[in-house]
């Protein structure tokens, strides 16, 4: 009872503590007491409120020059300090006690209460306490194994990076996510398929091209869908620049990266194959006549603008006298190879010559058919056009052909009457009749073998002009291409039958919405 306990004043109304800051010290002005004795044999400051063990919260002092010793258990939060020392040296020892805490990336943001206490071998004091008021802050989120380059070859759709991490050690949920372009060219374009919870949409202001990710989702399902993101470009002749990608994630309380993930996408551009068009033509040969053009109206081009090598075309189902002709030019010339049944007219250029697409296009143009034949067989031969590009000829165009009809002298032609001033077709609406009351007549044959009825002008490939024919039960076939609009019958029938079949042909538009018109 003659022992007096040892006391604690100066206290200071709290402190405050932000996540990643340097340690702050809690007491810098305490003051220590006791009326019965110079020196203390110990003291504790324990973590006694929103304790989290294993190391996150830190209790430490600075003993140096007293013979005071210091140590913390991570386990119960508790600061001992032990030795006889006197009352200043606890003083100093004590105001020099901080707190810290050392998960940067997701601490428990509870407010934390420590309890101070002394002993002068005797008697502990009365308890005295310090508030530290705790501010977690956001940490943005992360994205990582970004930096790689992957090669993009014309014509195939790329994933931009397939291992790339998305990470946030805070934040459960992500918003928001985008993938840039930054020097875009014409054409490109970032491919993206909506998810459930994840939606994305493209924009361009300027060299940038924008693929804005948007949804609550965990950084999972961002990283999936970002490792999803495929870059393209539609056109034929794409820019070889490189292009750059820079990536960015946002979380649920706006933590962005302060500077975007990069990749790099390098361009291989492909050279495409020279395309032929307006082929499906028929020319009627009559037994006698002089040359024919084959096709004056076919036509040559290439994604690339890059010249052929050569084209060809290929005479089938001829008999002996019969063959494709053309005259040379300044820049082109043709080699007629003789077959079983026809032939070849190879189109190549002359020697030290640049002839251009134009110029094997209008030499397309000008290949003739001559057949000298005073004994030639009726039927029909077909001459079939082909362009050739690359080093070694390596790439062909599809093919286009053209339908010669051979006649002798002593076969008339069979001829059409009856034809009306024309017809009138409503976006819409259904398919019309084009010619009912046409008729057919052929002066020394009772029976066709066939017949043609084509879109020459303006014709929509793909299916949204139709042309149709009710054949019922005559032997006759019906069938349309809707790459070539042409409604082909075939099938040896009477001239009655074809004259009915050919008057329920029918033309209809398929596009009910933006049609050709």
């Not at 001559?370 to 050739?388: D, E, H, M, P």
């Not at 339908?403 to 398919?431: C, K, M, Q, R």
């Amino acid at each position: 009872s003659d022992d007096d306990k040892p006391t604690f004043s100066g206290f200071g109304s709290g402190v405050s503590y932000t996540e990643s800051a340097t340690a702050v010290t809690l007491e810098s002005s305490l003051d220590v007491a006791d009326t019965d004795d110079t020196n203390l044999e110990g003291a504790t400051v324990r973590i006694s409120t929103g304790f989290v063990a294993g190391g996150e919260d830190v209790l430490a002092a600075t003993t140096t020059g007293t013979s005071i010793n210091a140590s913390y258990s991570n386990t119960t939060g508790i600061l001992t300090l032990t030795g006889s020392a006197t009352l200043a040296d606890y003083k100093t020892v004590l105001r020099t006690v901080t707190y810290d805490n050392t998960n940067d990336d997701n601490p428990s943001d509870t407010n934390r209460v420590i309890s101070w206490q002394l002993y002068d071998g005797a008697n502990y004091s009365t308890v005295s306490t310090t508030a530290v008021a705790f501010t977690a802050s956001n940490d943005v989120p992360t994205i990582g194994s970004v930096g790689n380059s992957v090669q993009y070859t014309e014509g195939t759709p790329v994933a931009i990076d397939a291992d790339l991490t998305v990470g946030d050690v805070d934040s459960s949920l992500l918003k928001s996510a985008t993938v840039k372009i930054t020097n875009v060219k014409t054409g490109d374009e970032l491919q993206f398929t909506n998810t459930t919870k994840i939606s994305g949409s493209s924009t361009t202001s300027g060299n940038v091209l924008t693929l804005s990710l948007s949804g609550n989702a965990t950084a999972a399902e961002y990283q999936e869908a970002l490792r999803s993101v495929k870059f393209n470009n539609t056109t034929d002749t794409p820019d070889a620049t490189a292009r750059t990608i820079n990536w960015n994630v946002v979380d649920s309380s706006d933590g962005t990266l302060s500077s975007p993930g990069t990749s790099t996408i390098t361009i291989s551009v492909v050279n495409d194959a020279p395309t032929l068009g307006s082929g499906g033509n028929i020319i009627q040969f009559r037994e006698g006549d002089s040359a024919l053009t084959v096709n004056g109206s076919i036509t040559l081009g290439d994604p690339e603008s890059v010249v052929v090598d050569k084209v060809t075309a290929v005479l089938a189902g001829a008999g002996s006298n019969e063959q494709l002709n053309f005259s040379a030019t300044s820049k082109i010339t043709g080699t007629w190879s003789a077959a079983t049944g026809g032939g070849t007219l190879t189109l190549t250029k002359v020697a030290n010559q640049s002839p251009t697409l134009a110029d094997y296009q209008s030499a397309l143009q000008a290949i003739t058919y001559t057949n000298t034949n005073t004994n030639t067989s009726n039927g029909n031969r077909t001459v079939t056009f082909k362009a050739f590009d690359g080093t070694t000829n390596t790439l062909e165009s599809s093919t286009v052909a053209t339908t010669i009809s051979v006649a002798n002298l002593d076969d008339d032609l069979p001829t059409f009457s009856g034809f009306g001033s024309g017809v009138s077709y409503t976006e819409s609406a259904t398919a019309v009749t084009l010619e009912s009351n046409l008729a057919i007549a052929d002066t020394d044959d009772t029976n066709l073998e066939s017949a043609t009825v084509r879109i020459s002008t303006a014709f929509v490939a793909g299916g949204e002009d139709v042309l149709a024919a009710t054949v019922g039960s005559t032997n006759i076939t019906a069938n349309y291409s809707n790459t070539t609009g042409i409604l082909t019958l075939s099938g040896s029938d009477t001239l009655a039958n074809y004259q009915a079949v050919l008057r329920t042909v029918t033309y209809d538009n398929t596009n009910d919405d933006n049609p050709s018109d």
